[in-house]
């Protein structure tokens, strides 16, 4: 599955100027799928060190020493890990600060790794006593949830999303679409149509118990449809 921020993950590893990259947003959007994808394509391995799903390599990063580090990760985990070659990806990161503040030393002793930390609720880490940011030695990136543009490419339908990106809001879509735009409106996933609207971001809900009111939506599309709800450009 494509996602917008693919691209953007690809132009940072690309960057010979990079810095470790923090990648943030809530629970579920595809962070973890998103770079270890990168990590399979773009890189001969990938090392995922998951502190939730293994919170005693926290113990990794007692020491903020590079090299030590690296060498605790690589045995523990039994990866190779070589700068340039190796994607290092920490995730589930806000659940060890001490990783988050090891970015600047990856940054300054050893730029040539590409180090990537992803988490949901980072803010919380930020917010202890003992945590220093390391700020002007990290980049960021906020991922938002799946948008319906980035569905419609996954179900196929890429012509629908192409066309629907040069809609205008004074038309809005032509009736010929409104068929076809309707049964892709049914195939969206239920939980992430009532996540978007639990959000807040549009007063016009477009589901009715377990399924879509694709006439609603369909109705908001004939007067310059929603641009957040329906084809989320967040």
């Known amino acids: 599955m494509k996602r917008k921020i693919d691209q953007k993950l690809e132009q940072w590893k690309k960057n010979r100027s990079r810095r470790p990259l923090l990648v943030r947003g809530a629970r579920q959007v595809g962070k973890t799928y998103s770079v270890t994808q990168l990590g399979k394509k773009q890189f001969a391995n990938c090392v995922t060190v998951n502190f939730e799903e293994r919170p005693e390599l926290a113990r990794c990063f007692d020491s903020l ?7 605790r990760i ?19 990161i806000q659940e060890c600060p001490s990783a988050i503040i090891a970015l600047r ?13 992803a988490g949901s609720l980072i803010e919380m880490a930020f917010k202890s006593d003992k945590f220093r940011m390391p700020v002007g030695r990290i980049s960021s990136l906020f991922m938002e949830p799946l948008s319906f543009a980035e569905f419609l490419e996954a179900i196929g339908r890429g012509k629908l ?5 040069q809609v205008e809001m004074e038309t809005g879509v032509d009736p010929i679409y ?10 969206v996933p239920y939980g992430w149509r009532n996540a978007r609207h639990r959000g807040g971001l549009c007063q016009k809900r477009a589901a009715r118990g377990n399924k879509i009111d694709a006439n609603r939506y369909l109705a908001d599309l004939s007067g310059g449809f ?6 989320c450009q967040t």
């Open 65 to 71: 020493i590079v090299d030590e580090i690296l060498e």
């Open 74 to 92: 690589a045995v523990l985990t039994d990866s190779n890990i070589k700068p340039g070659e190796t994607l290092l990806f920490l995730d589930e």
């Open 105 to 117: 030393y990856f940054y300054e002793k050893l730029p040539e790794l590409h180090v990537i930390g």
């Open 161 to 165: 999303k192409a066309y629907l990106e």
């Open 178 to 187: 409104r068929p076809e735009l309707e049964l892709a409106l049914r195939k």
């Open 226 to 231: 929603c641009q957040i709800c329906l084809y």
